[in-house]
């Protein structure tokens, strides 16, 4: 392949199919963008001054920089995308992409492929995980011969992307069931560059087909049960409890919740069934390229009572279901995805007609059809990881999110996604099989995103002084624990608001104090914290607090609209459409609009 030298400004006539056609390349129209964010312009903005602004970017620019971004940080932001695909311009504009010292850190999981590929197997051992790797390997090479173009990545991620492996975002039953409708439609509440109304977008999303077979349930598939494990949607869901027990729960006939401890949601639940703590089972930490490593946690003590492990008290429901529905004679039904489903044998498709009965087979098994698909050692097993602790990842496996990152694990080095593309060339699994900015989607330009822009946060909540936003706490492991005496005495003792000095003297309010937070949506009582890492405009309110540690069970999540940005409901569009986890609407919290004033 000879060297090429790519046309990055002036104007430049082609042929096409339909005639002479003149074009401006991308970096010419982008440059134009850019020259709207000078430091000076952009200082009322960032409240950065220009000197240092530039004194960043020349950093950037000469010296090896990484982002660590991440789900929790720009992501729940209403328009986290722009912030996002910010990032990653100035890292493409700089090089840093694809070598030791660069590029952007993301939470990824997808390494672990036993986790996927046991719920496959009709018995145990390596066969037919190999007979599933000789698969793919045809239909990689039957792909490239009917298009040379085509790389193994990029048939992965497009098989994938065609697949939802029977996961539906939940985007149709927050909007149909549980009272995310009335919200999403308030037009103050979004973007002013929407420049439909949002039901109109909705509607054109689904009839362009772009959600097909995942745009369930629909508008007359009511949810009647619930079964929670490891949510507490009633303290997690943006919206909080107040949202959901006012238009979801008058739904329902039933909420199960397992749990470990006593939340907010298994205190509105029909039964609790009680789980087994972190160290009373066994476990695997979080698969991701952060730390290179599968991690093991072993059961240390036997779980008290009656708890048990997750996957035992499946087995047991399952187990129920099976025996009633054989007693009663109930036969198979097709869901709303034309899937066909058994009660009567519930509990031989869950255990896969009894060969993973508990727990520890299925860990094995896991961990062997990992070693199968190379993602570690060959000799792994749940025995050798007992004595080791650890495995260091060997290889991508064959998850198409993980071999997305181009890059093949080395021994003893950090992780830097993107270097095939880098080194070798190799195309991106984009549209334009390049690193892609420009998303040429009507919804896109009518919205002036086609390209990265600035975008203020819009009025979530309604016209209020502050922003809310939040974080994880440093007393509990996200929310488990931090109602505990011992969690509880780390700190105050109780949920509290960070809040800047200057605005609280400015509103007469002193250390500690308990004001009310309040929005269009509903209000919370909570003590101030006084701090200088609040902005000012800014208060904080760091999250996994239970409702019912507020007074009245109010708390910070019944402020949040949970509104999502209109133009993720885009599709057709290359690699713009649903994939699990990649590209699907997502309810955002960070900078909801709230007013603070005294008690009383």
Known sequence: MGRVEPALEGEYTVTTKAGPVTVTPLFTIMRARLAEYTPEAIQPITRVDPATTRLLARKIASKRTGILSALGGMGKHYHGDLMERAQLLVLALTGNWGKQGTGVRAWLAGLFDGSATVMMKSKRGPEEVAGLLDMRDMLVNMKIAEDPSLTPLIVAVEQSRQSSAGLVPPVFWWYHHAGYKETWEKPDWHDPSMKRPFTEYFKEATDSGWWSGVDVPRKDQPTRVIIEMGGNVLRRTRGGSKMLLEHLWPQLTCVATLEVRMSTTALYSDYILPCAQWYEKIGFGIPSTHVMHLTFCDKAVEPPGECVDEWEAYRRIAEKVQ??????????????????????????????????????????????????????????????????????????????????????????????????????????????????????????????????????PPLMGGNYDFQITSGHNRWSIHSNNNSTQLMLDTHRGAPHLVMNTSDARRLGIEDDEMVRVHNDLGEFQVAVLLSESAQPGQVVMYNGWDPFQFPNWAGPNDLEPGMIKWLHLAGGYGHLRYWVTEWQPSPVMRSTRVGIAKMG
């Open 323 to 456: 025996e009633r529905a054989r007693a009663r004679g109930i036969k198979p039904y097709t869901d709303s995805r034309g899937i066909q489903r058994d009660p009567a044998n519930a509990h031989e498709n869950f255990t896969k007609k009894g060969i993973f009965l508990n727990e520890e087979d299925l860990a094995d098994e896991m961990i062997r059809d990992s070693a199968v698909t190379g993602t570690v050692p060959a000799n792994a097993s749940l025995e050798d990881i007992r004595e080791k602790g650890y495995y260091r990842w060997q290889g991508l496996g064959i998850n198409p999110r993980v071999i997305a990152q181009g890059t093949e694990p080395k021994p003893n080095e950090t992780f830097v996604p993107f270097r095939d593309h880098v080194e070798k060339g190799d195309p991106y699994p984009t549209l334009a099989r390049r690193a892609q900015f420009l998303i040429e989607h009507p919804w896109f330009f009518e919205a002036d995103e086609h390209l990265p822009r600035y975008k203020a």
